[in-house]
């Protein structure tokens, strides 16, 4: 006896997996600390449903007991997204249980959605109901109900969200339900469409999952060659991506359609290595299917893997056990007897099998009365939708009716509003006219002052470029002129002084005299060097910066720390000047007036900004005095950042230091 256990399709609920080592209480508590640590209610929410939808097959108390908590954080926010996150989660619980129910809240929450659409943010929702909607219908056998709601879920996603991997998931949902109707032809062709999109708009995960999806397709309308080829492509990007849970799709896939094609040895070979990878994702439901496929594989004629298939038996059954999945428990009684059949043991068989049809016989019943109970909902929303639709048809004809009776009494109100209208309009004119000429008069001052703002930056870059200018120069004449003319003197004094003969008193004078002379000599070049730094015009801003602050550190009156972030390539020449001189105005200041111990230059370049922060922990001084008393080096601060159009903020305090933040766009 061969059976084939088949994944149904890919039919997904919009839920979110999140990995856990082991199930229990002490590990559904521990889930808790997630929700606690999120820090706004909209994050709790979307914790605390995901956290549900988890264990929705794992463990309905704990499923439940998140929907409560998402529940109540739903009631506290009370908005339109938040009520229709818990209908939805509400109706993912009650699928299987209670689909009459489920229906019920998926159509609550859409009317929710529908009636609130000028909510972008809904849009999303409402592709999910659908998507839910035909889950249900497609689980109590309305395929027609199924196809309709998930065709509604795609025109949302392909409207507004083309690249969401949802709809991938739903487009092959509806391949899953033309499947079970046994048109295969339309299930590939949804398949197909729902690889295109992913190859078109998707990641290689998004890519994989369309891939395993269109290949089953192609094993169910028996396009072997043409399906092999696509679950190898499926397998290249698992190998990318390391999903674990589309692994076990792919293997489980493959195995499959080694089923198909009588391959006993091959199926087996990817049965087995969707095992580990089923394990890996800590899917029980997978885990015991597994466990199944391969026992079933393994009880051929010949017997030879009788041994392993009683094991694969076993531990499928205490997995059953353990999590009550019922479904799979009627298969592996059916199993258990074949086993018991191949090795003699007929009364355990026929045992077996008894079990195997009072399940199916259960199962069968609890399906039917869902299925009466999913009608008669789906009927009574039909129902409640005609008669709101028969009220709002009754509306419009009273309302008709009311406008008709009512043109009379618009036409005389409407004739007196005429000539109230006339004169108001009149009126208005006149107004408007007035309006608008004061308009037209703060546009033309408006454009005075910026032709004004822009002559004073006019005057500004020329007064700052003449101010360069002469400084380079000055800087050029000192070192070069005065600079070479005192080291010739020292040079020749040097000189003389060995070829003289003077008194001791007079040697130390001399002395004296050529100590003075250097002293002159590295105050001279230290001007020069102040007025334009070498290193500013060779290596740029950061270098210069580095060396001035090195140079305060070299007097000992005050400690100056000096940090750069991303100033690795220069900026532009003019404004690497100015900025330098910024930062050494903001220093001279500190050395005159903040009595500071310690001073700290921050520069920090990063996408096109770049910001300057210099901090000292000197006296400070009250930053609230600063516009009533602007001193020459503040308003050369000022007009400087104007200059490059950057932003200036100078928090101070008495006795608790001064900073100085500068931003520029660069």
Known sequence: MQLFFKKTGFLFFASVMIAITSSGQPV?????????????????????????????????????????????????????????SVLELEGVLNTKSNPAKAYTLYKQATELCEANKQQASLNMSRASLYNNMGVVSYLNGDYEGAIN????????????????????STLNNIASTYSVLNS?????????????????????????????????????????DSAIIIINEAQKLIDKTGNQYDQYLCYFTMGSYYQAKENIDSCLYYFNKALPAAIAINSPYDIAQILNNIANQEMDDDKKYLASAKKHLDSSGAIIEM????????????????YCRLTGNLKEAFDHLKKYDLIKDSLLNE?????????EARYENEKKQTAIDKLEKNNQIQSLSLKQKSTLNYFLIGSLAALVT?????????????QLAKQQDELQQQHIS???????????DAMLQGQEEERSRLAKDLHDGLGGLLSGVKFSLSNMKDNLIITPDNMAVFERSLDMLDTSIKELRRVAHNMMPELLTKFGLDEALKEYCNSINATNLVSVKYQSIGMDTRIEKSAEIIIYRI?????NNIMKHAAAKEATVQLIKEEGRLSIIVEDDGKGFDSTLIKDNKGAGLTSIQSRVDYLKGQLDIHSETDKGTLVNIEFNI
């Open 583 to 587: 930062i050494q105005e903001l220093l």
């Open 323 to 338: 999590y009550g999945f019922r479904e799979i428990k009627k298969e592996w009684h059916q199993l258990m007897a074949e």
């Open 149 to 168: 709601s998930f065709r509604e879920a795609v025109i949302i996603y392909e409207k507004y969200y083309p690249t969401e991997p949802n709809l991938i």
């Open 450 to 460: 910026e032709l004004e703002k822009d002559k004073q930056l006019v005057a500004v």
């Open 184 to 224: 295969s032809d339309k299930a590939a062709t949804y398949s197909n469409k729902a690889l295109n999109y992913a190859v078109k708009f998707g990641n290689d995960k998004m890519k994989a999952t369309a891939y395993i999806g269109y290949g089953s397709n192609l094993i169910s309308i028996k396009k072997y």
């Open 422 to 434: 006339v004169g108001f309009l009149g009126y208005r004119n006149l107004r408007h006219r007035q």
């Open 367 to 375: 399906t039917s009365l869902k299925r009466i109970d999913f009608l």
């Open 28 to 84: 559904v508590d521990t889930f808790q600390k997630y929700v606690d640590k999120e820090k706004n209610d909209s994050a709790k929410l979307m914790r605390a449903t995901r956290i549900s939808n988890y264990f929705l097959n794992i463990d309905s108390a704990a499923a439940w007991k998140y929907f409560r908590i998402a529940k109540q954080i739903a009631g506290k926010q009370n908005t339109i997204l938040s009520k229709v």
